[in-house]
């Protein structure tokens, strides 16, 4: 095989890789969604994944997916007064 050969070779293998990635983490994500959007908790959707909570979060911020928890009553406070709460 000429050397010619083998770099496009190569170049195919690392399109092929990346092809398959980008796939792999578009199913992930309409995986992660749909979980999310079947009333999974976003902790119980990490465990089960072994992502971080904010990666999930970050997947319900593109998929624009309602916030994934109900406001606290601290951070109420912080939105209403618009900063720090004297706490």
Not at 66 to 73: A, I, K, N
């Amino acid at each position: 095989m000429t050397e010619e050969e083998t770099v496009t070779r190569l170049k195919e293998a690392a399109e092929a890789k990346r092809a398959a990635e980008k796939a792999a983490a578009k199913q992930f994500e309409d995986a992660v969604a749909v979980a999310l959007i079947d009333g999974l908790k976003p902790s119980a959707v990490a465990t089960a994944t072994g992502y971080s909570y904010e990666t999930i979060r970050r997947i319900a911020r593109r998929r624009n997916i309602e916030p994934l928890r109900e406001p606290t009553v601290t951070s109420r406070k912080k939105a209403q007064s618009g900063g720090d709460s004297p706490a």
